[in-house]
């Protein structure tokens, strides 16, 4: 399974950008996938994450109601849309795999769950 990240870019606080995870080499039907970030200095947050079957969704409080995570599994492509951005959201934006199932949970925002990884796309929210 490959995944490879794209959408990211500069963006004026308050503004918006939808980040695309696309699968190759496996059907992500059979993955849960989790959003994280990381900015300089900082270690890897666990931003949100969506359960292969039912699509439980769940988010960090950091940005919870400003980001939504979808996916879309005929495209082999799960989104993030992020609104309301803000100065702290600059980061480098990783999508992951999990082929783990959690019942009742749906999906964890642990990143030593998840075996796959992108190389990351660039956020950065400046004026």
């Known amino acids: 399974l490959q995944l490879v990240e794209s959408g990211g870019g500069l963006v004026q606080p308050g503004g918006s950008l939808r980040l695309s995870c696309v699968a190759s080499?496996?059907?992500?039907?059979?993955?849960?996938i989790g959003w994280f970030r990381q900015a300089p200095g900082k270690e890897r947050e666990g931003i949100s994450c969506i359960s292969n079957t039912d699509e439980i969704t769940h988010y960090a409080d950091s940005v919870k109601a400003r980001f939504t995570i979808t996916r879309d599994n005929g495209k082999n492509t799960v989104y993030l849309q992020m609104n309301s951005l803000k100065d702290e959201d600059t980061a480098v934006y990783y999508c992951?795999?999990?082929?783990?199932?959690?019942?009742?949970?749906?999906?964890?925002?642990?990143?030593?769950?998840?075996?796959?990884w992108g190389q990351g796309t660039q956020v950065t929210v400046s004026s």
């Open positions: 080499g496996w059907s992500l039907n059979y993955f849960g």
């Open positions: 992951a795999a999990d082929a783990a199932t959690y019942p009742g949970l749906g999906c964890t925002r642990d990143s030593s769950d998840y075996s796959y």
